[in-house]
């Protein structure tokens, strides 16, 4: 019975912690080589990697992802993950990931000129999901490292993270925004 306890055990951490993290942006590393879809945005503007516009503050890193959310784009516009479904070729994807006490808390860092909620989102493999966690970062032209609690949605599992980075509903102008280390 011991035996047994312990191989669920194994599994089950092998489980919990599938996600790829953290999501940095980095050759090699998560992020860089995934396929990030961009939505509701215009005229789509792609993630990119492109080098840090700040490496002298918390974040250190010499790659970074950058979008750019356009005046007239959707209030939620951003960028997600690919379905780990959608992706039979088996290039790398977020992968499976049960949220548990011990990962409710995700971490991610922002670079924007602006004040405007940041949201994240995790979506199960049916599409579903129970919506954005949003929160405005404090900073502006630097780094900042911003933690939203998911301890609400311990038990789900899903198979794709979706960032919307400048989330407010109406925007003066194009915003530019940079992303890296989620955890």
């Known amino acids: 019975m011991k035996k047994i306890t312990f191989i669920h055990l194994i599994l089950l951490s092998f489980v919990g912690f599938a996600q790829n993290a953290p999501i940095n942006f980095e050759t090699p590393g998560?992020?860089?080589?995934?396929?990030?879809?961009t939505f509701e945005n215009g005229a789509n503007t792609a993630l990119?990697?492109?080098?840090n516009p700040?490496?002298?503050?918390?974040?250190?890193?010499?790659?970074?992802?950058?979008?750019?959310?356009?005046?007239?784009?959707?209030?939620?516009?951003?960028?997600?993950?690919?379905?780990?479904?959608?992706?039979?070729?088996?290039?790398?994807?977020f992968g499976s990931y049960v949220v548990t006490s011990s990962n409710c808390t995700v971490k991610i860092m922002v670079y924007k000129s602006v004040i405007s909620d940041v949201g994240i989102k995790f979506v199960n493999a049916t599409n579903g999901s129970t919506?954005?966690?949003t929160k405005p970062?404090?900073?502006v032209d630097q780094w900042e490292e911003m933690t939203f609690d998911f301890s609400s949605?311990?038990?789900?599992?899903?198979?794709?993270?979706?960032?919307?980075?400048?989330?407010?509903?109406?925007?003066s102008s194009d915003n530019i925004c940079y992303i890296d280390n989620i955890t």
């Open 54 to 93: 700040d490496t002298s503050g918390i974040n250190a890193s010499a790659t970074v992802g950058k979008i750019t959310v356009l005046t007239n784009s959707a209030p939620y516009a951003g960028f997600e993950s690919i379905h780990q479904l959608s992706n039979p070729s088996g290039a790398p994807a």
């Open 153 to 171: 949605r311990i038990g789900q599992t899903n198979d794709q993270i979706v960032i919307s980075p400048d989330y407010q509903s109406t925007r």
């Open 131 to 133: 919506g954005f966690i």
């Open 48 to 51: 990119q990697m492109v080098p």
């Open 137 to 139: 970062n404090t900073l």
């Open 30 to 37: 998560n992020g860089a080589n995934w396929t990030w879809i």
